[in-house]
């Protein structure tokens, strides 16, 4: 079993629609959890950064943490044709910080 | 600060050749950080500075390849003796556990 498992799509929404991005992992001593954003031939970028269990908001994106189920999500309310991209979670798993990915989910969103 | 820079944004070589790689962490990072990401897949880690001294490297690094970050600011990743597997977008990032990336170096080998 991959220590963090996300489902690659692809994902085809229309615009305005509520996308829901999960992940699970198997290691129940991660503590912090990331969302990346990116854009095809592009870097990486940090969305959403949160620690332990909850909900975090930030604008139209919010991040949420279940560690007693070990699963992490990523909504995105009123979805944009520009939302479309990889979205990967990531979690700081080794021992110096560096973080373990999921495979991203391909999210399209049409006009 | 423009963020994490990284130098050529594409590199294409024939098998066998060397290339190397910059990335110019945002400025007052310690951490620096290398990956590899493959078609369909997110990045895998490969090595890990705090500041000039490499802590760490991964499985996935072979003796092919070195990385080096004189004086705690940039750093560099050589590739010797590339092979076709070696194609990949090669990653660089800054930060303690919020990790920022830069645009990536695309490695094509022929």
């Known amino acids: 079993q991959k220590e963090v498992e996300q489902d690659p799509g692809p994902l085809s929404v229309p615009e305005g629609a509520i996308v829901s991005l999960n992940c699970t992992y198997s290691?129940?001593?991660?503590?912090?959890f990331m969302w990346y954003r990116q854009y095809s031939r592009k870097g990486p970028e940090l969305l959403m950064y949160t620690y332990s269990s909850g909900n975090k908001e930030d604008g139209r994106f919010t991040a949420q943490v279940d560690k007693s189920s070990k699963y992490i999500s990523l909504f995105i309310r009123d979805s944009q044709p520009s939302d479309s991209a990889t979205y990967l979670c990531?979690?700081?798993?080794?021992?110096?910080?560096?973080?373990?990915f999921g495979k991203g989910t391909k999210l399209s969103v049409k006009p | 600060d423009t963020g994490v820079s990284q130098d050529p944004r594409h590199k294409i070589t024939k098998r066998g050749q060397n290339v190397t790689f910059r990335c110019d962490p945002i400025?007052?990072?310690?951490?620096l950080y290398w990956y590899r990401q493959t078609l369909g897949q997110g990045p895998e880690f490969l090595t890990y500075f705090q500041n000039e001294a490499q802590l760490e490297k991964s499985r996935l690094l072979s003796d092919r390849f070195s990385a080096e970050r004189p004086k705690g600011s940039f750093s560099t990743l050589e590739i010797q003796r590339t092979e076709q597997g070696d194609s990949a977008m090669y990653l660089c990032?800054?930060?303690?556990?919020?990790?920022?990336f830069g645009p990536g170096t695309r490695l094509t080998v022929t």
């Open positions: 990032a800054s930060g303690e556990y919020e990790q920022y």
């Open positions: 400025s007052e990072h310690n951490r």
């Open positions: 990531a979690m700081p798993g080794g021992s110096q910080g560096n973080l373990i």
């Open positions: 290691n129940s001593a991660f503590q912090y």
